[in-house]
Nanobody
Framework: QVQLVESGGGLVQAGGSLRLSCAAS????????MGWFRQAPGKEREFVAR????????FYAASVKGRFTISRDNAKNTVTLQMNSLNSEDTAVYYC?????????????????WGQGTQVTVSS
């Protein structure tokens, strides 16, 4: 098991940017595929982005591709999500997620570990 703590959420105007961070501790961080999900009020949790433990492969939901960038620093046990060109559809609680050994799934029910979530609100 790995413990995940998100930070960096807040209020931003449409078209602006935010950077989310996830600090991990516990079982070897290098062996986890990491990523982000989000959940808006009244909606199901949805996949946003993932990155392999090596950092060599990334994958994004179509709704954020080209606007968001996921990265990780294994030396610091940290994964980040740079969010640009934000719009109202990006308003949600964002959750850091991890899956040991395997790639992070897009189905939230198959995720091994979750952070507590950080709120992102995009105003018009």
């Amino acid at each position: 098991q790995v413990q995940l703590v998100e930070s960096g959420g807040g209020l931003v105007q449409a078209g602006g940017s935010l950077r989310l961070s996830c600090a991990a501790s516990g079982r070897s961080f290098n062996n986890y595929s990491m990523g982000w999900f989000r959940q808006a009020p009244g909606k199901e949790r949805e996949f946003v982005a993932r990155i392999l433990w090596s950092g060599s492969s990334t994958f994004y939901a179509a709704s954020v591709k080209g606007r968001f960038t996921i990265s990780r620093d294994n030396a610091k046990n940290t994964v980040t999500l740079q969010m640009n060109s934000l719009n109202s559809e990006d308003t949600a609680v964002y959750y850091c997620a991890a899956r040991y050994s395997s790639t992070l799934p897009t189905n939230p029910s198959e995720v091994d570990d979750w952070g507590q979530g950080t709120q992102v609100t995009v105003s018009s």
